[in-house]
Nanobody, 115 residues
């Protein structure tokens, strides 16, 4: 069974940092490009970042570029997202997924940025 399980979300103050992780199982993780997407309260799903199967190429949406860093560890079947300089606008449920539209995403991990 294909599974993506996100973790690491928390309540954090503006300007703070978090590291999200996604544990993948049930498929050959190293063969797939992966994505992070998010959904803020009352809004639609939006793409955040992508990484190629080898991890050699990454891409970011304009609103996180320079603040977030995507990475992966193919030996551990894990996808990561480092979130820095967080703002209240980053409050959302964060999901790892197979594509930018959120296909196959897990249950998500909640990030709340608030003072």
């Amino acid at each position: 069974e294909v599974q993506l399980v996100e973790s690491g979300g928390n309540l954090v103050q503006p300007g703070g940092s978090l590291r999200l992780s996604c544990a993948a199982s049930g498929f050959r993780f190293s063969m797939f490009g992966m994505n992070w997407v998010r959904q803020a309260p009352g809004k639609g799903l939006e793409w955040v970042s992508s990484i190629t199967p080898s991890g050699g190429t990454t891409d970011y949406s304009d609103f996180v570029k320079g603040r977030f860093t995507i990475s992966r560890d193919n030996a551990k079947n894990t996808l990561n997202l480092q979130l820095n300089s967080l703002t209240t606008e980053d409050t959302a449920m964060y999901y790892c997924a197979f594509d930018r539209s959120g296909v196959g995403r897990g249950q998500g991990t909640q990030v709340i940025v608030s003072s």
